[in-house]
């Protein structure tokens, strides 16, 4: 199946965002609608993108969109990571989804991959609309795992470093940002090689992405609570896909939130070699996208 995209736009506490919707052609009906929500820095162009071109393809209406603040979407600052307002786009998303004539209002799901797999379970946890969860890849933020992990005393400093940098912002009026990945000394909040493999090369080339994010994402990162989506999920159908080896979205952290959850749930581990072979390698993305439509087919 062929399926073109159209470039829409919707609006979000009074922001234009911008997204491309696919409807698979020559619908008997009404379909089952879902919305995506992706990696850190990552616009619609993207891993969002691909995923929803290919579920399009097996017969879904999907929306794929720039968050507020990143790519041809409205928002200031530019490239900050805003827990809250993404929560609340991926709300009117949904609305202007179910909205649309070619999709059953009563049928739709949401697909979140990397730390959108976090928000993805945070906001269909508390959004009943959602009839069924697919998460790929997931990062499921959660301060006291962050805490733990970094101990307690360097976990402080950092909050207060970053507070630091609020106050600075607040006297200059300028915000302050740095690289979101790199491939040398440049200080950068995606650090290594992994993530600047995929956005600082031609593989996920794309007009809208740009490789810099507002210093004090950092905080939202480390204080963000989306784990918790794993108490409420339930009785929304979860899908877990998850890669085996993940050295930045840590499948142990993954087991745990979704150890927290209620059924009806399942879980789906593949042999990966790194994070990233889930964003855009057939190996891996192929078997996601298929588990995936399984689960979605069972539950919309």
Known sequence: MVVDQTEVTFTSDGLELAGHLRVPPDAPGPLPGLVFTGPLTGVKEQVTG????????????????????????D???????????????????????????????????????CLGGGYGLRFAAFDPRVRALVTVAGGYNDPHAMRAGMGADSYRGVLAEQMAVAA???????????????????????????PFAYYGTERSSSPGWENRITRTSLYSLLTADLAVGADFISPTPWLMVHGGADDYCSPAGAEATFARAGEPKEAVWLDTTNHIDLYDVSTYVDPAVAAAEAWLRRWL
């Open 168 to 194: 600075r912002q607040h006297a200059t009026g300028e915000v302050e940002y740095m690289a979101a990945v790199s491939d040398d000394d440049t200080p950068a909040l995606m650090g290594g090689a992994e």
């Open 75 to 113: 928002g200031n600052p530019r490239q900050h990571e805003d827990p809250a307002g993404k929560l609340n786009d991926l709300r009117d998303a949904l609305s202007w989804l179910a909205a649309h004539p070619a999709v059953d209002a009563d049928r739709l799901g949401c697909v979140g991959i």
């Open 50 to 73: 691909r995923y929803a071109e290919a579920l399009a393809d097996a017969g879904y209406v999907t929306l794929a969109f720039d968050h507020r603040g990143f790519g041809a979407s």
